[in-house]
């Protein structure tokens, strides 16, 4: 919620203003008001709203000089001014001091929410600005690479104490697979992910962007859990960018493992989506692949096929076997041991025909 607060020596005025906008629907908390410029320096010490609505004629303080007082100090909080004045002095002035808008009295209920309606996504904006700045670096992303270095360490299975992290309540493990060309450096993983940020069924909650490498990063959220919506919204932006997503989410009293472990196991573990185009959403614990050894006659194929220069029937053999591989959803890992077996083989029988 952000905090509004009024400033008139009219009682009846504010109260209208209170009335007329539904503010908390809108994300505002009435949080004070004050009836003379001095008051009104008073409170927005104590108490930094994000928005004041600003009389002129106040007693003790003038409300252009109590904005002068303010904007010296800060120039980021929004400030309306509201008078039955209509001096062009008076608006220079107020513009002078970086106002937001200058609203003449009686303001109406369309007029006020509109306002209201134009000061919220000008806030909501510099939110999102501000959190982007502090999504990479914070209390998270120092614990993470605390965990992610014992990891690779292997320190004896042992995970450092984290005190952050157990306030998550979400938290999406991303392997990304270029679609076309190879994988983006670091600056360009930057970039991408500050723009996925910005989506606001993403930014919901959103605390952490944790990058590994250029096709692995971490999204973590500690306000709120995200919805099937959010993850949609990631695979789309990805895709978008010429991406396939696969995402692996951890909630917080759900998920069947703590999360030190799925730190742990999301770590290393295999693409999920191995033989999906575009990527999906996946639960770690719900390993989808068969733990099936591909055998298949290499010897005799191989040396038949160097020796009578005619790869085609180990071309189509060894196609079979990839199509049996996505068909079967046998493990990626084993599909790799077999590809490599292949390749041994061949420069195994290259160096008998041709020593």
Request: aromatic content about 12%.
């Amino acid at each position: 919620m952000y905090k509004v607060c009024f400033v008139d020596d009219e009682t009846i005025n504010y109260q209208l203003f209170e009335k007329m906008v539904p503010w908390e629907e809108k994300g505002f908390q009435i949080v004070g008001t004050a009836a003379d410029g001095l008051e009104a320096l008073q409170m927005y010490e104590r108490l930094q709203p994000d928005l004041i609505f600003m009389d002129i004629q106040l007693p003790l303080l003038d409300g252009l000089e109590c904005v002068r007082c303010i904007r010296e100090e800060n120039q980021d909080v929004q400030i309306v001014i509201v008078s039955a004045y209509s001096d062009f002095s008076y608006a220079q002035k107020a513009i002078r001091y970086g106002v937001q808008d200058f609203l003449l009295k009686p303001v109406s209920r369309m007029m006020l929410n509109q306002q209201v309606d134009k000061i919220k996504k000008t806030l909501d904006s510099r939110y999102r600005q501000e959190k982007n700045r502090d999504l990479y670096s914070n209390p998270y992303t120092d614990e993470l690479n605390q965990i992610f270095a014992c990891i690779s360490q292997n320190a004896d299975g042992k995970m450092p104490p984290y005190k952050y992290l157990s306030e998550m309540k979400a938290l999406y493990r991303l392997i990304l697979r270029p679609l076309a060309g190879d994988e983006a450096p670091a600056a360009r993983m930057k970039e991408l992910t500050a723009g996925l940020a910005s989506r606001p069924v993403v930014s919901e909650g959103l605390d952490l962007i944790f990058i590994l490498s250029g096709t692995s990063l971490y999204l973590g959220y500690g306000d709120a859990v995200p919805d099937e919506s959010a993850a949609q919204a990631i695979i789309e932006f990805f895709r978008e960018n010429d991406y396939a997503a696969e995402l692996y989410l951890w909630k917080s009293g759900e998920s069947t493992w703590p999360l030190c472990d799925f730190l742990s196991r999301s770590y290393s573990q295999e693409n999920y989506g191995f033989y999906e185009k575009y990527g999906s959403v996946y639960k770690l614990e719900d390993y989808p692949f068969q733990d099936t050894e591909l055998k298949a006659p290499l010897d005799g194929l191989i040396v038949a096929a160097l020796a009578e220069n005619t790869p085609e029937s180990l071309i189509s053999l060894i196609d079979g076997q990839f199509k049996k591989a996505s068909l079967e959803q046998i493990s990626p890992r084993l599909l790799k041991n077999f590809a490599l077996d292949v390749l041994v083989k061949i420069k195994f029988c290259l160096k008998k025909v041709c020593p």
